[in-house]
């Protein structure tokens, strides 16, 4: 799955309480591997686990790649506002923004379980074996939704931590992001092109200023 937005959707909770009440974004059964990339789910619910995304399998195993992937303001009444997996259903997140996930089981209970690290991540709340090159905050800098035509996603705001978070030339990093414009670009005006973490790659303002100098008359 890639340049996607899962925005606003519900898991709700049934009367005999099976598995489809989990994953408000997104659940993910049965074996194989999943990829997502460029994407962005935000505003999704559950009514048990996994406001974003959640596994469920009844046999078999499979793993979750998520790269470059923008998780953003979903909630679970459950356990994993933003993901919720187990041992054998491991998910690893790269290059990716988790940031203002809630969910009943408390503030670090964003990313349950077998949730991993492949680098490069700006997290808040989300409790996962450690990259060296992750940030955990308080405040991922995430802006207000944009709506086109074609997709809904959110900017980074200006001194965001995720704003050329890889460093220059990482094998991480796509070649576009969600919108389809080119990764990477300069997005803190270093003259230096990185790639942003989470899905839309943003690029520094060219800000024009108008000198006046003093007239010399002879």
Not at 9 to 33: E, F, M, Q, R, Y
Not at 130 to 135: E, G, I, R
Request: charge should be negative.
């Amino acid at each position: 799955m890639t340049q996607s937005s899962l925005i606003a959707n519900h898991a709700i909770k049934n009367k005999t309480d099976c598995p489809l009440s989990s994953g408000g974004g997104l659940l993910v059964s049965g074996s194989g591997s999943v990829q997502i990339e460029n994407s962005t789910f935000a505003e999704n619910s559950a009514a048990t686990n996994g406001g974003a995304l959640a596994t469920f399998s009844v046999s078999g195993q499979h793993s979750i790649s998520i790269t470059a992937t923008t998780i953003y303001s979903n909630t679970a009444a459950g356990s994993g506002g933003a993901i919720d997996t187990n041992a054998t259903r491991p998910v690893k997140l790269t290059l990716s923004v988790v940031s203002n996930n809630s969910s009943a089981a408390g503030s670090l209970s964003d990313c349950t379980d077998n949730v991993s690290s492949g680098g490069f991540n700006v997290l808040e709340g989300c409790s996962l074996p450690l990259n060296a090159s992750d940030v955990i905050t308080t405040d991922a800098g995430v802006g207000p939704q944009q709506t086109t035509p074609y997709a809904v996603y959110y900017m980074l705001l200006p001194g965001s931590p995720a704003i050329d978070m890889a460093p220059e030339g990482a094998a991480v990093c796509p070649a576009v992001d969600q919108r389809g414009l080119p990764r990477p670009a300069d997005g803190d005006d270093d003259m230096v092109a990185r790639c942003d973490a989470g899905a839309i790659e943003m690029k520094a303002v060219l800000v024009l200023r108008t000198i006046f100098l003093p007239l010399l008359l002879k």
